[in-house]
């Protein structure tokens, strides 16, 4: 089973930037790279919604429209690591951020498409 692990969150002012990544371990060799990854988050009082993914061997990306040109996701597939790059934040952006795993290599923004998730990350903008 996969599990992972993000890191990066914190508190910041509107318009900075951050920088997520999340680890994965329990994969086996070459693996990784056949996984499709994504991020979500979710705010206080709001449900859990998807933020970005990117499919296997660093294909096909797509985004939320409310973070279109400002984030960016990408992956290191030789150290098993997801990223997700965070330009001109927002209040609105206040969320935790969770990591996700979909093993069938190919997802979309939707909860169900993702198998395995991570505790998740705490990021505070202020305005």
């Known amino acids: 089973q996969v599990q992972l692990v993000e890191s990066g969150g914190g508190l910041v002012q509107a318009g900075a930037s951050l920088r997520l990544s999340c680890a994965a371990s329990g994969t086996s060799e070459d693996t990784f790279s056949d996984y499709a990854l994504g991020w979500f988050r979710q705010a206080p009082g709001k449900e859990r919604e998807g933020v970005a993914w990117i499919a296997r061997m660093s294909g096909r990306t797509d985004y939320a429209d409310s973070v279109k040109g400002r984030f960016t996701i990408s992956r290191d597939n030789a150290k098993d690591l997801v990223y997700l790059q965070m330009n001109s934040l927002r209040p609105e952006d206040t969320a935790v951020y969770y990591c996700?795993?979909?093993?069938?290599?190919?997802?979309?923004?939707?909860?169900?498409?993702?198998?395995?998730w991570g505790q998740g990350t705490q990021v505070t903008v202020s305005s």
């Open positions: 996700a795993v979909s093993i069938a290599g190919f997802a979309t923004l939707i909860e169900d498409d993702f198998d395995g």
